[in-house]
């Protein structure tokens, strides 16, 4: 049985994306800001909202160890906060200054990855704060990405679709130009690897797109 239990209208444009912590709901709209609520009793945190794009936000997300959350906007930047307090704690500026339309931490925090519309992939050290590599793909706006629960690998999918995994080095370890001929809506590494005993195989992952498939991929272990 499902009971509807709250409805929040505090947003006053397309909200686009939501996101839980442990403790809280995070929400990013077209109306430039992102609001925080309380899962005890979905009131709106204190210093919420949190304003600091200048144009609509597309993506938001928590990182795991619950001290960061990122926000991705069509200003062209992806923003830290710290969702304890609301601080704005960093402006990452895509390099190709492109509306950014995505983003998401890897498991250990220690990587954010952004794509852009222009097809741009920035991955940024989240401790440092600061851009560590950056690449693009051909065709198409970055609207999807997820992380290997190890967190050394990374899936990208576009518009075009078409669908990449990389390393953190930035090496592309698979690029497929029409995995989904519509383009890829979706993609995601599954958070348990794939492993013979003890011994690490590989990781499973899932793409799906505007084409009615989702499609299974395995990223081999390279490292045994």
Known sequence: ??????????HVDDVNCCAFSS???????????????????????PFSPLKGHSYGVHSCCFSSCGNFLASSSTDGTTVLWNPQCGEK???LKQPS????????????TNYLVSGAADGTVALWDVRRKKLRRTSMVEDGSIIACGFSPCGNYFITGSTSGELTVWDCQMKCLLNVKTAHDLGVTCCEFSTQPIKDGSRLQGFLMASCGQDNRIVFWILSNTEH
């Not at 049985?1 to 505090?10: F, I, N, P, R």
């Not at 609520?37 to 009131?43: A, R």
């Not at 200054?97 to 250990?108: A, G, L, Q």
């Open 97 to 108: 200054e492109s509306p950014v339309r995505v983003c998401k931490f890897s498991p250990d």
């Open 23 to 45: 403790t809280c709901l995070a929400s990013c709209s077209l109306d430039k800001s992102i609001r925080l609520y309380s899962l005890n009793d979905f009131s709106e945190l």
């Open 89 to 91: 704690l960093a402006i």
């Open 1 to 10: 049985m499902v009971t509807l239990v709250q409805t929040l209208t505090d």
